[in-house]
């Protein structure tokens, strides 16, 4: 499964548990229906923070590099839409029989409430994400600009495993020879090229 579809999953069941909390709650003490509404959205949005915030620790900690990590935005958005859409559709299907849970109709509540739970699921995750890394970005000695320019042989090699360091240099030298000659290769064939299209441009301006 998926690392978005089992958190949409998740939080979608949650929606659903909070929703019906919702309904109990809200019979049993009307007056106080704003209040109970926003207290368990909060507790909506503190469990999606958390389990960003976890995301983004453990995404960090795999990935010192900030260029190679995993593209959290697109998971999180996912997780969001699939629990807006699926605890709405739940949520609906559950006030046929139960009347104490308050829904709208069936195209508001994969709609209008979905496109909120996915919000309430996107922002307080993503902001927890980039908390995680700063933390551990933070907390990790700094080990100066990376380089990212160019193909060094050896580097390549090295990153290979190879340990003995007579077959590094023999595989280096190898590998720098094939990519010169391939090099020379590719400047011939496109010299050749211009060659013959100046052959063709002067022939063709002879015969007319």
């Known amino acids: 499964m998926t690392t978005w579809l089992f958190r949409g999953l998740v939080l979608a069941a949650g929606m659903v548990f909070l929703r019906l909390a919702q309904g109990t709650l809200i019979n049993a003490s009307p007056t106080n229906a704003g209040t109970i ?4 959205v909060l507790l909506f949005g503190v469990a999606a923070s958390i389990w960003g915030l976890f995301d983004g620790l453990s995404d960090a900690r795999a990935n010192p590099d900030p260029d190679r990590r995993r593209d959290l935005a697109m998971r999180w958005l996912m997780a969001g839409l699939v629990a807006g859409g699926l605890s709405g559709l739940v949520a609906w299907l559950i006030s ?6 308050y829904v709208d109709g069936l195209i508001t509540e994969v709609t209008v409430f979905a496109a909120f739970t996915a919000l309430m699921v996107f922002v307080p995750a993503m902001f927890t994400v980039s908390v995680g890394r700063w933390l551990v970005d933070r907390s990790r000695p700094d080990e100066g600009p990376r380089h990212h320019s160019g193909t060094d042989v050896f580097e390549s090699v ?3 495993g190879y340990e003995d360091p007579a077959e590094q240099v023999a595989v280096a030298g190898r590998r720098e020879e094939s990519w010169r000659q391939e090099s020379r290769e590719a400047v011939r ?3 050749e090229t211009v060659q013959q299209r100046k052959y063709d441009l002067k022939r063709g301006s002879e015969e007319t």
């Open 189 to 191: 064939e496109v010299h």
């Open 37 to 40: 509404s926003l207290i368990l």
């Open 96 to 101: 046929l029989f139960d009347a104490a849970v």
């Open 158 to 160: 090295l990153d290979e």
